[in-house]
C-alpha cells in the first residue's frame, strides 16, 4: 500500500468496494466516519470514499449507498448512486467467504449465459478490501444495485457489445481514465508522435473493443493507438508527423460517425448515425418503404440486423451495399479531414465490427492494409 491521494476520479467498482465496507462496519458495529478507506489494488494505492448512508434494514442485512465521481471526465455514471446490500451469514467450512451479485440495474451477459456484468477487477477490488474485516467463521453475501442502471444503459453502448438490463462494472483499475478528456487526447498524441519514429503504418482503434479485434486477428501492438473518440485531432496529427497509411478500426456504431463529417466521436456530442444510414441507402437504391424501416431503427445495431433480414428475405445484397459505401466514404472523409488541415497526403482504410466482434465491412483499402499489417 502506497501514498493517500484524494477521493476523485474513480470507477464503479471502486465506489460499489466502499459501500460494501461501510454496510459490513454496520452489522459489525464497527465506528463509521463519513468517510472509508480502502485499497485500490489497480494501482496498489490507499483512498477515502465518502459515504452517503448506512442503514440497517435486517437483523443480518445492512444498505450503504455511495455516488459515483468519475472524475474530470464526459461520463454518464456521475452523480448515480451504488446501493450495495452485505448480508452477514455464519460460514460453514470450506464455503466460499465473499459471494458478489449484481442486483438492479446491474447488467447481465447475453453471451455469458446472462451472468452479472461484474468483472474480474471489481470482483478483485472488493474481495481483497472486504477479507481484512472478516474472521474465519464469518461469510458475506454482496448484491449490487444501481438504481438508475437501466436508465443509463439506454444512453451507451453495452446492449451492442451483449451487455443488456443495466450497467457493468468493468475496467482494469481504479482510477477512472478521461477517455474523453484533452489529457486523455495528450496521452494519445505522445503515443501517436513515439510510434511514428518506429513505423509508417497506424491503427486507430476505438476503444477496448477495437483493441481487442485488432490484437486477436494479429496487428502487432506497435501499429496500435487507442484512440478513444478523438479521431479528428489525431488525424491531423498523423498527416503533420507524415504517417503514410492509417487503418481506422472500430464499432460499426462509433465509425459510422466519420461518414458523416463527425470526427469526434463521444455521444454527449454528436450522434448522426441513422441519418448516415439512410444516406447511403437511398445512394445505392434502397426502396422507400425499407428507408421508412430503417429510419424507424432505435440504434445502428437494429439497422444493422434489419439490413440482414431484409437481404435474407429479398435474397439481395442491401445491407452490404450501404456499409460498403459508408465504408468508403469513411476513408475519403477522413483523407479530406487531414487535407484541410495538413499539407500531406495520408491512406486511409477502415475496418467495420458488430457487437460480437466480427467485422461487417472493410473498405478496400481497408482490406490492403490489414493484409500489409498481418504479413510484416
Known sequence: MNNIIASSGYTLPVFACASS?????????????????LDLVEPSTIITVPINQVVKIHQNKSLAITESNPGDNLDLTRNTPIWVIVELKKRNHNQTQIVI?????VGKQIHNGFKDAIYFYAEKL????????LTSTEKIIVTIILPEGKKLAKQTSNE????????????????????????QLHNCQKELQK???????????????GLFVAKKIGIHSQNIIKTANWIGPLLIMAGAERINSILLFGYHGKLIKLAG???????????????????HGVKVGLPPKNLQSLFKCQTAEDALNFLRKLDKETNNQWGNKIYQSI??????????YINKHVSFNVTIGSILFK??????????????????????
Open 126 to 133: 472488493l474481495k481483497y478490501n472486504l477479507q481484512f474485516y
Open 160 to 183: 451492442s457489445f451483449g451487455i443488456v438490463q443495466g450497467l457493468s462494472l468493468l475496467g482494469t483499475s481504479g482510477i477512472a481514465r478521461p477517455l474523453s478528456t484533452i489529457s
Open 327 to 336: 465504408a468508403e466514404t469513411i476513408d475519403k472523409k477522413a483523407q479530406a
Open 195 to 209: 510510434k511514428s519514429q518506429e513505423t509508417d503504418t497506424l491503427v486507430f482503434c476505438l476503444g477496448e473493443n
Open 21 to 37: 465496507i461501510a454496510a459490513l462496519f454496520r452489522l459489525q458495529n464497527r465506528k463509521i466516519n463519513d468517510e472509508i478507506y
Open 355 to 376: 457487437r460480437d466482434r466480427t467485422i461487417v465491412v472493410s473498405s478496400s483499402t481497408g482490406k490492403f492494409l490489414l493484409k500489409k499489417l498481418i504479413q510484416v
Open 261 to 279: 463529417g463527425i470526427f469526434n466521436t463521444h455521444h454527449h456530442l454528436a450522434d448522426g448515425r441513422l441519418e448516415v444510414l439512410i444516406t
Open 101 to 105: 451479485k449484481g442486483g438492479e440495474g
